[in-house]
């Protein structure tokens, strides 16, 4: 099993004169862990969470110019955003923001993206924020563009919902064959469907009793594969989750256990956030005594 870490906050101590340095000093370490992935979510406002003392009133950066910063001040680890709504950029830019991202940081990108949900987000911002169903057709135009545009295909893409007539994407991706498409959501129907015709990827989620579906989400993942002739084993499975490694939390003991677990469902890496991050000791308590652990499951 691989981890990885995802950084929903940046209202740390000393934010926002540290944010840089602090953020800079975060996943240094990081990439010097041995964590595979490092991950931002796409938001423009802090998610209305209070359970999880989250609200739209903390700080919050574009996904992909917090991306940039982490690619500049890492070496090795994958970086990508969990996950772009589809309703953000049109979907020629967003391919160019995620090719440029990929060959500045020496072929890392992932393409991280989903339908989106935070209506909130979008009509405060004036963003778009049609129907879900309408946004799960974008979300399969624009899966179809990404495709396109990576190939150096430039012939005219014309969808119900975009036209490019000519979608030039200089410099190709460092990546081969392209950059890694993860579709985010757990939908059985559309999102998993998706993921069978179009992904490099899926994402779960281990959040408390959102784990125990894991294995059924997978199973319908499966059957989606059969049904379009895809490989099942072609497609990464990664999970979302929290973990707070310290006093009053979780121990490494009870990290390695849930690793097992989720490995045993079937689940291949692990994405989690960390409540202390900004203290950089669980970083390194990850990387000295989980990662080793559980890189045979």
């Known amino acids: 099993m691989k981890l990885g870490l995802q950084i929903v906050q940046f209202n ?14 975060m996943v240094r370490a990081a990439d010097e862990a041995g964590f595979a992935s490092i991950w931002v ?18 700080p919050m950066f574009d996904g992909y110019l917090a991306l940039g910063f982490i690619a500049a001040n890492t070496q090795r680890a994958q970086i990508g955003t969990m996950v772009t709504g589809v309703n953000y950029r049109h979907p020629g830019h967003l391919v160019k923001i995620v090719t440029g991202l990929d060959v500045l940081s020496g072929g890392r990108a992932i393409f991280g993206i989903g339908a989106g949900w935070y209506e909130r987000e979008a009509r405060g911002l004036g963003f778009p924020f049609p129907p879900l169903k309408e946004r799960f057709e974008q979300l399969e135009e624009t899966l179809q563009i990404a495709q396109q545009m990576w190939s150096g295909q430039v012939t005219p893409y014309h969808g119900k919902h975009f036209k490019l007539e000519e979608p030039i994407n200089l410099p190709l991706p460092l990546a081969r064959p392209r950059p890694p498409i993860l579709i985010g959501g757990s939908g059985e129907k559309k999102t998993l469907r998706l993921v069978a015709r179009y992904a490099d990827a899926c994402n779960l989620f281990a959040y408390g009793e959102a784990a125990d579906t894991i294995p059924h989400k997978l199973d319908v993942l499966k059957r989606h594969c059969e049904d379009v002739g895809r490989d099942y084993a072609e497609i990464e499975r990664t999970a979302l989750g929290l973990v707070y490694l310290g006093q009053g939390g979780m121990s490494v003991p009870d990290v390695i256990g849930l690793c097992r677990k989720l490995a045993g469902m079937g689940i291949q890496q692990f994405i989690f956030s960390m409540p202390n991050v900004h203290d950089i000791s669980p970083i390194e308590t990850i990387g000295r005594e989980v990662i080793p652990a559980v890189a045979e499951f």
């Open 12 to 25: 740390w101590p000393g934010t926002p004169e540290n944010t840089g340095p602090k953020l800079a000093e």
């Open 41 to 58: 979510m796409d938001h423009f406002f802090q998610m209305d969470m209070p359970q999880m003392g989250l609200n739209p009133h903390q």
